[in-house]
């Protein structure tokens, strides 16, 4: 098979960055994305290089891996991924600061 990796854009990166780190950016996408909204409490097990993990998607774009609060969460679109990652599919989370 043939696997390419899919790199996020310029524009999609920064949309992504305003959107969860700006002070009215979280609150706007709850607004305008249901989805946002849905997700908030939501839990999840997952696994990085570093082992398993439990993430919970707080409210305010804080996300908590094993409950702690260090990472941000909000929606993003990747134009790339086309309808896989259309702005009211996806989200991404960050642990970059």
Known sequence: A??????QTVYGRRRAGWFGRHENGFATEKKIMP????LIKT???C???RGPFSLE?????????DGKASL????MNNPELGPN?????CIYVDGNG
């Open 2 to 7: 043939n696997a390419r990796v899919s790199t």
């Open 35 to 38: 989805y946002i909204s849905e």
């Open 43 to 45: 839990r999840w097990k």
């Open 47 to 49: 696994t990085d290089t």
């Open 57 to 65: 998607l707080a409210d305010g774009g804080d996300a908590l891996r």
């Open 72 to 75: 941000r969460w909000a929606s």
């Open 85 to 89: 990652c259309s702005v009211h599919a």
